[in-house]
């Protein structure tokens, strides 16, 4: 039994699809449970139940570090045996309590039970939030300009998690998970474009710290300007290492989620 938390989130919606399809029974755990499908062998709770393994993901944002916390005291108390803990590439190992998943990561390290802890780079579903200008025909703000990441697809950081939540061999691992290439904006809009057989362009947008909701704009600038001087251009083969296959390109997500960039809700 695997409890999932973020169960209606992109990564977590996944690693449900994926944990039913091998037959593994999944608790999903969400604020609304309206929300979930009823499935065979899914389980919907608002609070965290008895598993053998737990999926930790808290949103993106400074209460990461408490949602994790309180999370994981629960799973421990509920009896629980491994953590999956979803963090994020260039997650530092030492104390940062102004990061957004340091102390989530430090709590599993200390919680007693076995962990992995997966950070993964950039998502290739965030470029879903180009859909409505890409509808209205406007050029793509790009904050990132020529920096190039190794944007992966959300559902091999999902087959990572099934694995590490399935078997005992990942126990004590730390993955940067990420996907086959380096990319830039316009490189991924120049992919996207020929897969939705469109032209689409990118427009510079210097990052500055208005650009970004005032929660989080101190981090999202930081991460901005890391990524335009090319801190985050890494590949790893982690997602190789533990599937026995490559990562899935974006050009692939794209082609498998055209659709998505045309459904206006
Ligand atoms: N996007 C990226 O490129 C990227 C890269 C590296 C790491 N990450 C990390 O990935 C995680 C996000 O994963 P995701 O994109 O799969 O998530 P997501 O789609 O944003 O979904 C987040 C889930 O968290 C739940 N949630 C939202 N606010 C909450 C709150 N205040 N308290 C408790 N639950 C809340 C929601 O569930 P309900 O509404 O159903 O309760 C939702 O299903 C973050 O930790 C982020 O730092 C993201």
Redesign the pocket.
């Known amino acids: 039994m695997i409890l999932v938390t ?7 919606s996944a690693l449900v699809g994926q944990l039913l399809a091998r037959d593994v029974e999944v608790i999903a755990l ?3 449970p309206s ?1 979930i499908e009823p499935r065979p062998g899914l389980t919907v709770t608002t609070e965290i139940r008895k598993a053998d393994a737990v999926f930790l ?4 944002g400074p ?2 570090p408490d ?1 994790d916390r309180a999370y994981l005291r629960r799973a421990v108390e509920a009896g629980a045996e491994r953590v999956v803990k ?4 260039g997650t530092p190992d030492e104390p940062d309590p102004k990061n ?2 340091q102390p989530g990561e430090q709590a599993v390290r200390e919680s007693g039970l076995a962990w992995t802890i997966l950070r ?4 290739a ?2 470029s879903l939030a180009w859909a409505a200008d890409i509808r209205a025909g406007r050029p793509i703000p790009n904050v990132f300009g020529a920096g190039r990441q190794g944007v992966i697809d ?1 559902a091999d950081i999902a087959a990572v998690a099934a694995e590490a939540l399935t078997t005992t061999e990942h126990g004590g691992r730390v993955y940067t998970l990420t996907g086959p290439e380096l990319l830039s904006v316009p490189e991924q809009v120049a992919q996207l474009g020929e897969v939705l057989r469109t032209t689409l362009t990118t427009v510079d947008v210097p990052p500055t710290k208005d650009l970004f909701p005032a929660a989080i704009a101190e981090v999202a600038l930081a991460g901005a300007k890391l990524v335009r001087e090319g801190g985050n251009a890494i590949v790893t083969d982690d997602v190789e290492r533990v599937l026995g296959r490559r990562p899935g390109t974006y050009r692939a997500w794209a082609e498998e989620n055209r659709t998505r960039f045309y459904a206006t809700s």
């Open positions: 973020g169960a209606t989130g992109t990564i977590g969400t604020r609304d929300t993901l808290a949103p993106p209460a990461g949602i979803l963090s994020a590439i957004w998943h993964p780079t950039t998502f579903t965030n959300p």
